[in-house]
């Protein structure tokens, strides 16, 4: 028998809030049970921020229950206040068209391969056509004001200058309706979510007993956060997505590799299906070799393999290994642009490789991968130049069109860590 759900759950640090603990337990100790989660679409992509919820709901899926990912179409017209300092911009119908595509297509592919019955919903179905009086009589008649203004997501906005608006206020009563019509329909008694949504979650748990006299549950998890407190997925550059064209599986996989210990460690346990004894031993090594960076490694392959898949895996893999000297095949010139986007380039014309070439002493000039030409010619003597890391001894060398990675550029190499970039335009 698989283990109890909220066990998983708890054993891995995912567990901030429940509700009643046992009752939780023995519900869940029927297979088949449906669970949901929700998402609004904000943006075209999920992004890390995402992968806590998504990673619940696979695990929902892998206890042998069945996985309820609800799509915001109606809710993500206002917008969520929870952890937010200020007012969302209102998307257009167009946008949140197209993110809920997008978003329903990338919760699809993270769910499917779980090989368990999924659902994928959006609230827009249930709240399109209803009348405002008629969810202020059906619903918001049985929400005390009170209850509403004691959720701490509530008073944190109205204790700030900007305050709450009346729209976004309202968020909460329909968050609070879906949960009811997934009772009604789905049979789902427990909702899941960031420890944020613990005010929205409550809130439709009253309702449901208000209501219709159900006993619904709700199970929150921690706030994907580094250990000085800032969010998680968040780098110099912006967010990091889940989609391939706004974050790379290269930099995807970067963001993995570069983490501290501890919060590489908190993400081993929290974000990834490996067996907890396989996580303890990660572990363990890591305090015995930290140089080896063995858990960032594995958490970077888990995670870039599940959202990029092998393909993402490999190229991301690939691409690391250029940087550090490996041999330059089969990478794009888009691929060479993202991995050396930090260091020297120039752009010369695609004509002067024509005939003889240009000479390789030129280039290393103009990339300032050498100080002079003196010094270039020194360093392909001395056996120190590369050009996509294979070494050239020739000083004397030209640079001609079989030397391009791809299409359009070529990596220069200096030594063990001195790169630069050559673009033929």
């Known amino acids: 028998m698989s283990k109890n759900l909220l066990t998983d759950f708890t054993e891995r640090g995912l567990v901030h809030q429940t509700t009643d603990t046992n009752s939780l337990h023995d519900w869940l100790a029927t297979p088949g049970r449906r669970i949901y989660a929700g998402f609004d679409p904000t943006a075209d992509s999920l992004h890390v921020g995402h992968l806590v919820a998504i990673i619940l709901l696979r695990r929902v899926a892998r206890a042998g229950h069945e996985p309820i990912a609800l799509i915001g179409g109606a809710t993500g017209m206002i917008g969520d206040p929870s952890g937010r300092s200020e007012e969302r911009n209102l998307l257009s119908h167009e946008a949140l068209t197209a993110n809920i595509t997008s978003v329903g297509n990338q919760i699809k592919g993270l769910l499917e391969s779980t090989n368990q019955k999924i659902h994928i919903v959006n609230n827009a179905d249930w709240m399109r056509g209803v009348g405002y009086l008629e969810f202020l009589r059906d619903v918001g008649k049985h929400v005390p004001l009170s209850q509403m203004l004691a959720k701490d997501s509530v008073k944190s906005r109205l204790e700030r200058e900007g305050g709450l608006s009346y729209t976004e206020f309202s968020y909460m009563l329909l968050q609070s309706w879906d949960f009811v019509h997934l009772a009604d329909e789905y049979d789902c008694c427990v909702q899941i979510g960031g420890s944020d949504q613990w005010g929205n979650i409550t809130a439709g748990i009253e309702l449901g007993r208000r209501l219709r006299g159900l006993d619904l549950h709700g199970i929150t998890c921690p706030l994907l956060t580094k250990a000085d407190g800032s969010k998680m997925g968040k780098t110099a550059s912006g967010a990091v997505w889940l989609d391939p064209l706004r974050t790379s599986p290269y930099r995807f996989y970067q963001y993995w590799m570069n983490l501290s210990d501890s ?163």
């Open 263 to 425: 919060d590489a460690q908190t993400c081993l346990l929290r974000l990834t299906e490996l067996p907890l004894e396989e996580c303890e031993s990660l572990i363990q090594e890591q305090e015995t070799h930290a140089a080896g960076r063995a858990i960032q490694r594995r958490l970077a392959e888990e995670l870039t393999q599940l959202v990029h898949g092998p393909d993402g895996l490999h190229t991301a893999q690939q691409a690391t290994a250029a940087f550090f000297g490996a041999a330059i095949d089969n990478l794009t010139d888009e691929a060479l642009a993202e991995i050396f986007a930090d260091v020297p380039s120039h752009q010369f014309s695609f004509e002067s490789l024509a005939g003889d070439g240009l000479p390789l002493v030129e280039v290393m000039t103009a990339t300032k991968i050498a100080t002079s030409r003196s010094a270039a010619r020194r360093t392909i003597e001395q056996g120190g130049a590369y050009i996509n890391n294979v070494r050239v001894s020739d000083s004397a060398y030209c640079i001609t069109t079989t030397d391009l990675a791809e299409r359009t550029a070529l990596v220069l190499r200096s030594g063990k860590k001195s790169y630069a970039l050559a673009r033929f335009e």
